[in-house]
C-alpha cells in the first residue's frame, strides 16, 4: 500500500555521479503532473563527484514545502548507495520509514586510505532493517551491469520502488517522464532497467 | 535541461530556482546574457545558451563576472535587455563596474539590466558564505529576494520593468536552497524579443562627476522605497495580533512555515514575508512589529533585515518597542543555511516548547547502530581524473628537489587536493587567481632570505578569468616561481563550460582558440606543456623548471577531463586489469591508498588490489604507477 502522509517526505541519496538529480526531477515532475505540489532540496555542486549525494523531496497536495525536510521526518529512503541510505537513516529515519536500497558499494576515500572502514554489507543491511519499518535490497549496479550501461541503475533504482507500490506513481508515470529526459534511442534499454528493478522486489 | 523558450504556457512545470528565473527573463524580453559559471549561479546561462537559437538571445560565457557584467552593461545602453549572473564570489570581481552604473544611469534608449547574484550560505561550493545583500544596498541597486521558486521567476519580469523605468540595474538574490532546488512554477506567454540595438554618439554616461549624479540616484532610491512599502512581494500571513511576528525572506519563508506547522503554532505565529529588501520598506515592517509584543528575524547568513528592522523600529520612536528576537539575540545562528529544524528550536526556545522529532528509544538505537557504522565521505577526483597524475608528479617532484617548495593554488577540481581526502600539497588557497597572486610575491622573498620554490597553480578556465594579470606582474617584477596550469580543457567542476581556450563558445559555436602556451610565450617566459598522465616526463619537466631561477617559468600538464572525454569518445582508452600473482595487496597498497582512486578497491578475502568495473574510468594511470606492474592496460581498438 502507497504511504498516505502529506506532505510525504522522500529522500533519494547516493554519492555524486550515480544519477540522483535525474531520478529526484522524474519523481517531482510525476507528481506535479498529477496536480500536486513538489519541491527538491539538493545538495551538489562541489559535491557532484565522489561526495554524499541527496535530495530531499516533499510532496503535497495542500502547498509548497521548504526544500528540506525536518530531520526525523523521512516516510520514504531512497538509497543508490547503502552506506548513503544508513547516513540518512542515521539523519531523517523514524520508525515508521521504509528504504529501498542498492547494495552495491561505493567505498569513500578515507576507506581506501585505511583511515575508516567500510561497514560488512550483511551488517548494513540489517543495520538499516533494525531501522526502518520495512526495506528492500537489491543489486541494482549488477543489473546495470548486466544490461551493459551501469548509467541506468538509477533508473532500475526507480524500477524497485515502483515495484513496492510506495508511492502513488506507476510505471507509465516514469516512462513518460523518460521519454521527456532521454534521446530516443535509450528509451527501450531504460524501460528495461525499469522493468528488471521492478522484477527485482517482486 | 528543459528548453525554456519551449515551455507550455500556463501550465506548472518542476523548474530549478535558475531556470524560473531564466524562463522569468526570456518572458521580460531580454536579448544579452553573460556570466562567468559559477555553482551555485551556473544553470541560469547554461538555460539562455540552450534556448538561445530559438529565443534569438546572445549567451555566453565570458572569461570572468567583470567582463561578462560590463558587456551586459552595453546592452543595455543600446536598448537592450541584458543579464549577469554570477555566484557570490564572482560579484567581487564585478563589484568595480556594479558600483558606477547606477550613478551613470543605463543610458537613453530604455534598455534594462539585471543582475543575478547566487549566494551560498553553509558554503556548499564556496570558499566563505558571503552574504552579498549589503552589497546591492552600496551599490544604490533595488534589491529582491525571492522566497519561492514561483516567486523567482514573477521577481526577474518585474525587475526588468523596474530597472527600465528608473533607468539603472536591478539586483536579484539568488541562493543555493533556491538556485539547486526545485519546485512548482506556473509559467505565462513567451514572446521573442526583436528589440533593435543602437546608441546616440552625442550622450556619454559615466559615474564623473559623482556628487550630483549620487543626489539624483539617492532620490530614485526614495521613489523606489515608496514602491516598495506597498509591494505585494511584501505580505502577511498569520493571526490578526501573533503573539510572536516572524518577519522573514528568501529560504527563510518556507523553512519557517514548516516550522509553525510542525509544532502546531499557526494560532500564534505569524509570518511577514519581505521580498524587497532595498531600499528596505520600513513602514511597512514598524506597521507589523506594533501588532506583536515579540519578534523573530528568519534570514540567511548575516543580520541584514534584522539591522534594517531595528533602525527602523529607532527611526519610528515606538513608545513600547517589541523584543527583537534573531542573530544577536542568539536565537537564530549567523553560520550555515537555514532549515525547519533551525526554526523548530528558535520557536520552541521562545515557546518554552518541548519537541521531540522522533521516538527518543529510536535514536539511542540509531546511534548504537549507525553511529559505529556510518564514516564520512569526503571529496576526491573522479576516477580518470587527470588531476590525480598532476598532483603526484608535483608531489614527487617537490619531494625530489627537496627544498620545500611552497605551492599556491586557486579554484577548480584541482582544489580538492585541499581537501581531508587530497593530497595536500596545497599550501594557501583562495580564489580565482590567487594562486598566480601569491606565488608572486613568495616568488619575489629572495631579498629577506626566502630559499624554497614556489609554485603556483591555476586552472585552464582560471587562467583566463584572473590568472593573465598576475603572470603579467610576476613576469615584469622579476617573481622567481613555475606557474602550472591544470589544463583539464574545460571548466569542469562547474558543469563543463567552455572557455577560450576550448574553442566553442556557449552556445556551441566554434571560436577561434586563444592558445595559454603562446599568450605565455609571447609575454617573454618559458612555457613547457606536458601531457599530465606522463608522470616520467611531468615530473623531470617540473624538477627541471623548479631549479631554473630565470624568473617566470609556466609548466602547461594537459590532459582532458575524463568526464568530459567520456562524454565525447563513449568508450574507455584502455582495458585495465589486476595480475593478481603479482599484485602484493595491503602490503603496498599504492593503487587504493596513496592514489586514492574510486575506480580501485581492496579485496581483503584475497588480500589483492580490484579494479571496480562498475567506476573505474581504465585510464590506465594505476598501470603506469602500480610498484609491482600487476596492474595491466591494454589500448582498445
Redesign the interface.
Known amino acids: 500500500m502507497a504511504i498516505s502522509a502529506d506532505p510525504l517526505n522522500l529522500i533519494i541519496c547516493g554519492v555524486g555521479g550515480q544519477g540522483n538529480i535525474l531520478l529526484s526531477g522524474m519523481v517531482g515532475s510525476a507528481y506535479i503532473r498529477k496536480g500536486g505540489f513538489a519541491t527538491i532540496g539538493e545538495t551538489f555542486g562541489a559535491a557532484q563527484r565522489g561526495g554524499a549525494v541527496f535530495s530531499s523531496v516533499r510532496v503535497s497536495e495542500k502547498r509548497e514545502y521548504g526544500p528540506l525536510m525536518p530531520e526525523g521526518k523521512a516516510h520514504l529512503i531512497i538509497g543508490l548507495e547503502p552506506l548513503e541510505a544508513l547516513r540518512m537513516v542515521q539523519k531523517y529515519g523514524n520508525p515508521e520509514t521504509v528504504c529501498i536500497s542498492n547494495t552495491y558499494p561505493v567505498v569513500p576515500a578515507g576507506v581506501s586510505a585505511n583511515r575508516d572502514k567500510y561497514p560488512d554489507i550483511d551488517e548494513l543491511k540489517e543495520g538499516i532493517g533494525n531501522l526502518t519499518k520495512q526495506c528492500w535490497f537489491l543489486d541494482a549496479t549488477a543489473i546495470a551491469l548486466e544490461l551493459g550501461a551501469p548509467i541506468a541503475m538509477n533508473i532500475v533504482m526507480i524500477g524497485a520502488v515502483l515495484g513496492t507500490e510506495q508511492l502513488t506513481l506507476t510505471p507509465d508515470d516514469i516512462k513518460a517522464q523518460l521519454q521527456e529526459s532521454l534521446p530516443p534511442d535509450r528509451l527501450e534499454l531504460n524501460y528495461e532497467a525499469l522493468s528488471r528493478g521492478m522484477k527485482a522486489v517482486a | 535541461m ?1 528548453n525554456l523558450a519551449k515551455l507550455a504556457p500556463d501550465s ?3 523548474l530549478q530556482g535558475n531556470e524560473a528565473i531564466a524562463r522569468g527573463a526570456l518572458e521580460a524580453g531580454v536579448q544579452y546574457c553573460a556570466a562567468y559559471p559559477g ?2 549561479s551556473s544553470e541560469i546561462l547554461t538555460n539562455f545558451a540552450q534556448a538561445a537559437k530559438d529565443a534569438g538571445l546572445h549567451a555566453e560565457w565570458s572569461s570572468n563576472e567583470k567582463v561578462a557584467t560590463e558587456a551586459a552593461l552595453s546592452a543595455a545602453y543600446a536598448g537592450l535587455r541584458s543579464i549577469s549572473s554570477m555566484k557570490n564570489a564572482g560579484l567581487n570581481v564585478a563589484m568595480d563596474t556594479l558600483q558606477h552604473i547606477n550613478l551613470a544611469t543605463l543610458g537613453d534608449q530604455n534598455g534594462a539590466m539585471l543582475v543575478v547574484v547566487a549566494d551560498d550560505p553553509q558554503s ?2 564556496s570558499g566563505d558564505e558571503e552574504d552579498t545583500r549589503w552589497v546591492a544596498q552600496m551599490a544604490n541597486a533595488p534589491l529582491l529576494e525571492p522566497s ?2 514561483q516567486e523567482a521567476y514573477e521577481m526577474t519580469k518585474y525587475l526588468f520593468d523596474l530597472s527600465e523605468e528608473f533607468g539603472i540595474f536591478c539586483w536579484l538574490r539568488d541562493y ?2 533556491l538556485a ?5 512554477v506556473q509559467v505565462g506567454e513567451y514572446h521573442k524579443a526583436d528589440r533593435k540595438a543602437k546608441y546616440d554618439r552625442t550622450k556619454m554616461f559615466t559615474p564623473y562627476i559623482a556628487p550630483p549624479k549620487h543626489a539624483i540616484l539617492v532620490e530614485k532610491m526614495a521613489q523606489i522605497r515608496e514602491r516598495f512599502e506597498e509591494s505585494s512581494f511584501n505580505a502577511y500571513e498569520g493571526p490578526e495580533n501573533p503573539e510572536l511576528l516572524i518577519i522573514s525572506c528568501g ?1 527563510g519563508v ?2 519557517s ?3 509553525i506547522e ?1 509544532l502546531g503554532l499557526e494560532a500564534k505565529v505569524g509570518i511577514l514575508k519581505l521580498g524587497t529588501l532595498w531600499p528596505f520598506p520600513s513602514r511597512l515592517v514598524v506597521s507589523h512589529i506594533q501588532k506583536a509584543k515579540r519578534v523573530l528575524i528568519v534570514e540567511e547568513v548575516d543580520p541584514y533585515v534584522e539591522t534594517h528592522a531595528k533602525a527602523a523600529i529607532a527611526d519610528a520612536r515606538l513608545s513600547e518597542p517589541p523584543e527583537i528576537l534573531g542573530k544577536v539575540s542568539g536565537h537564530m545562528s549567523y553560520v550555515g543555511e537555514n ?3 533551525k526554526v ?1 528550536a528558535a520557536l520552541c526556545e521562545i515557546f518554552g516548547i518541548e519537541y521531540v ?3 527518543p528509544e ?2 539511542t ?2 546511534e548504537e ?14 576516477a580518470g581524473c587527470p588531476h590525480r597524475a598532476s598532483f603526484y608528479s608535483i608531489g614527487n617532484a617537490i619531494k625530489r628537489d627537496g627544498r620545500d617548495a611552497v605551492v599556491t593554488s586557486d579554484i577548480g ?1 584541482y ?2 587536493d585541499a581537501f ?2 587530497g593530497t595536500q600539497l596545497t599550501n594557501t588557497l583562495h580564489c580565482m587567481g590567487g594562486g598566480l597572486g601569491e606565488a608572486c610575491g613568495f616568488g619575489q622573498l629572495q631579498q629577506f632570505g626566502f630559499k624554497q620554490p614556489v609554485i603556483g597553480i591555476c586552472g585552464d578556465s582560471t587562467f583566463f578569468h584572473a590568472s593573465i594579470t598576475p603572470l603579467v606582474n610576476a613576469i615584469y617584477n622579476k617573481a622567481n616561481m613555475v606557474a602550472i596550469i591544470l589544463d583539464n580543457s574545460i571548466t569542469a ?1 562547474t ?1 563543463f563550460q567552455p572557455h577560450p581556450g576550448t574553442g566553442r563558445t556557449a552556445t556551441q559555436d566554434p571560436a577561434q582558440i586563444v592558445s595559454a602556451e603562446e599568450l605565455c610565450r609571447t609575454l617573454g617566459c618559458r612555457v613547457e606543456v606536458v601531457d599530465a598522465f606522463d608522470t616520467k616526463a611531468s615530473t623531470a619537466m617540473l624538477m627541471d623548471l623548479l631549479k631554473d631561477e630565470g624568473g617566470v617559468k609556466v609548466l602547461i600538464l594537459r590532459h582532458a577531463c575524463e ?1 568530459q572525454r567520456m562524454r565525447e569518445e563513449r568508450k574507455h582508452p584502455y582495458k585495465v586489469w589486476v595480475e593478481e600473482e603479482k599484485c602484493r595487496g595491503d602490503k603496498c ?1 599504492f593503487c ?2 596513496v592514489l ?3 575506480g ?3 579485496d581483503a578475502h584475497s588480500d589483492k588490489a580490484m579494479i ?4 573505474c574510468a581504465e585510464c590506465g594511470l594505476c598501470a603506469d604507477l602500480c610498484p609491482s606492474k600487476a596492474i595491466v592496460k591494454e589500448e582498445r581498438a
Not at chain 2, 180 to 184: D, I, K, L
Not at chain 2, 369 to 382: D, E, P, Y
Not at chain 2, 612 to 615: C, K
Request: charge should be positive; charged fraction near 20%; glycine fraction near 8%.
Open positions: 528543459p506548472y512545470h518542476l555553482t551555485p556548499h561550493a519561492s521558486f543555493t536552497r539547486h532546488a526545485r519546485g512548482r529560504s518556507l523553512c512555515r514548516d516550522a510542525e532549515n525547519p529544524d523548530i522529532a522522533r521516538d529510536y535514536s538505537k540509531v547502530i549507525a553511529g559505529k557504522m556510518v564514516v564520512n565521505r569526503g571529496l576526491i577526483w573522479c577540481c582544489t580538492m581531508p581526502d567542476m558543469g568526464l597498497g587504493y591508498r586514492q582512486c574510486p580501485v578497491g581492496y571496480l568495473e562498475a567506476l
